[in-house]
């Protein structure tokens, strides 16, 4: 089982990866659209912002993996040592029911658009649920690695691997 959600999370931060050279080069696509003026492409800073949102999303859960995310350690440091385990035990599972809850949301959100045949307002009129998938997916994600972090955390091991600045102080 653990493979298997490291193998979800390199697919997301893969997925990540597409995004951004997505959002590259929609933005590229706009910049060369303004020059020659013969192609007009409508949406663009639309699908722009998509690309963009997508990549942030299915980041989460390989940041939090790679312990990218930002770590308040100023206090844990101070803390005793049972202290610090259970405050690390309360962030952990205040942590998964927030983004659990995240995660139901933006799923709730995605169905509804779905349903009411939700567009963009902007240019490209997209149908909204198919934008809206990427921040469901990667809140998904980021849950399940909240939950994995926990499972870990049971075991005596860590997800959150230190980043290099924070090892290095």
């Not at 997925?15 to 080069?25: D, H, N």
């Not at 995310?69 to 942590?95: K, N, Q, S, Y």
């Not at 972090?149 to 102080?169: D, F, T």
């Amino acid at each position: 089982m653990d493979k298997l959600v490291r193998n979800l999370y390199r697919l997301l931060t893969g997925l990540s990866c597409v995004s951004m050279v997505a959002a590259f080069l929609i933005v590229l696509l706009g910049v060369l659209s303004r020059q020659v003026s013969f192609i007009d492409v409508q949406g663009l800073d639309a699908y722009a912002g998509y690309a963009i949102a997508a990549a942030l999303f299915f980041a989460l859960p390989g940041t939090l993996q790679n312990g990218d995310h930002i770590r308040v350690t100023l206090m844990l440091d101070r803390l005793p040592a049972r202290g610090r385990a259970f405050f690390e035990w309360f962030c952990l599972i205040a942590a998964l029911a927030l983004t659990a809850y995240v995660a139901w949301y933006a799923t709730r959100s995605v169905w509804i658009s779905y349903v009411t045949h939700d567009i963009s307002p902007a240019a490209d009129a997209s149908p909204l649920w198919i934008p809206q998938i990427s921040m469901a997916v990667g809140s998904i994600g980021f849950a399940i690695a909240f939950a994995h972090a926990l499972v870990l955390r049971a075991r005596g091991e860590s997800l959150i691997a230190a980043s290099e600045a924070a090892r290095s102080e």
